[in-house]
């Protein structure tokens, strides 16, 4: 029987934040990004970005602008992976 949790990613946003994450100059660690996000008052500890680069963890709407502001990124290009990702 087909386990949902695994079959299905939970967001389509994770490869993209770990990419990104690693592509910074220097790359950063889940928990440098975690406090970076926490300086923006965006609260996710080290699991919670781990999840979500796995895609067991969905991300929040309201997330993703923060995120995207502290990786230097182009918000359309996380949440879509089109054009270029940076800003």
Same mark, same amino acid.
């Given at each position: 029987?087909?386990?949902s ?14 990419? #990104?994450r690693? &592509? =910074?100059?220097? *790359?950063?660690?889940?928990?440098? /990004?975690?406090?970076? %996000? ?19 963890r #969905?991300?929040? &709407? =309201?997330?993703? *602008?923060?995120?995207?502001?502290? /990786?230097?990124?182009? %918000? ?12």
């Amino acid at each position: 029987m087909p386990n949902s949790r695994t079959d299905h990613p939970k967001n389509i946003v994770g490869p993209r934040i770990r990419r #990104a994450r690693l &592509d =910074f100059d220097p *790359p950063l660690t889940q928990d440098q /990004l975690s406090g970076r %996000l926490a300086a923006k008052g965006l609260s996710l500890d080290r699991v919670a970005i781990t999840k979500i680069e796995c895609g067991n963890r #969905a991300v929040f &709407d =309201f997330e993703l *602008p923060t995120i995207a502001e502290v /990786l230097k990124v182009d %918000l359309q290009w996380l949440m879509t992976g089109k054009g270029n990702p940076r800003k």
